[in-house]
């Protein structure tokens, strides 16, 4: 059983979309969880963390965690054609984290075009 | 902004030599890792490393793999005989300590094995 999960799309929408990207996840012990983006060969770039359920908001992002349903959701407000990337959701998985492995969902892929 | 710095940035090597990879991770953090990521694959767990130690490794982390902090500042990867199937970008990381951590990737070393 996949730990992280994650449509790897590809997903293509028009600049100034509000896009919508989503994770589910198997266990009920992780309670930590980040969003990652990733352009084409370079390294994941940490875009938010989120620990409890609810929404976080970081200017155009929002991250948002179900964890009665083990939900987890990016939502990219106005998007941009610099948004292309594609996007990874990840978890420690248990308690502590900060030095636990991170298990990560197969990302997917987003086209903005203008 | 503080960055995790890896070398180098492509590394072609023949099947059955050693290769080491470099990474400086960021100079407060205090655990370290490598991930590595298969063309096309989602985004794998190889080894942690806290306190002059390996604190977890996965299956993949199998006798060829060895890593080493030589020095206060380096963190290195090393596979000593390597197959085709090792082709891959490989991420180092290094993240802090408390809730407010983040996983911090470096750019990549590309390792093509031929």
């Known amino acids: 059983q996949k730990e992280v999960e994650q449509d790897p799309g590809p997903l293509s929408v028009p600049e100034g979309a509000i896009v919508s990207l989503n994770c589910t996840y198997s266990n009920s012990a992780f309670q930590y969880f980040m969003w990652y983006r990733q352009y084409s060969r370079k390294g994941p770039e940490l875009l938010m963390y989120t620990y409890s359920s609810g929404n976080k908001e970081d200017g155009r992002f929002t991250a948002q965690v179900d964890k009665s349903s083990k939900y987890i959701s990016l939502f990219i407000r106005d998007s941009q054609p610099s948004d292309s990337a594609t996007y990874l959701c990840a978890s420690p998985g248990g308690v502590s984290g900060g030095y636990n492995k991170l298990i990560f969902g197969a990302g997917t892929r987003l086209a903005v075009h203008p | 902004e503080p960055e995790v710095t890896q070398t180098p940035s492509h590394q072609v090597t023949q099947m059955g030599q050693e290769v080491i990879l470099r990474c400086v991770p960021i100079s407060n953090h205090l655990y370290f890792y490598w991930y590595r990521q298969i063309l096309g694959q989602k985004v794998e767990f190889l080894v942690s490393?806290?306190?002059?130690?390996?604190?977890?490794k996965s299956e993949i982390f199998d006798d060829q793999f060895s890593v080493e902090r030589p020095d206060g500042s380096n963190f290195t990867l090393k596979i000593r005989s390597t197959k085709l199937e090792d082709s891959a970008m490989y991420f180092c990381?290094?993240?802090?300590?408390?809730?407010?951590?983040?996983?911090?990737f470096g750019s990549g070393t590309r390792l093509t094995v031929v």
């Open positions: 490393f806290y306190n002059n130690e390996i604190s977890e």
């Open positions: 990381a290094s993240s802090g300590v408390g809730a407010n951590y983040g996983y911090t």
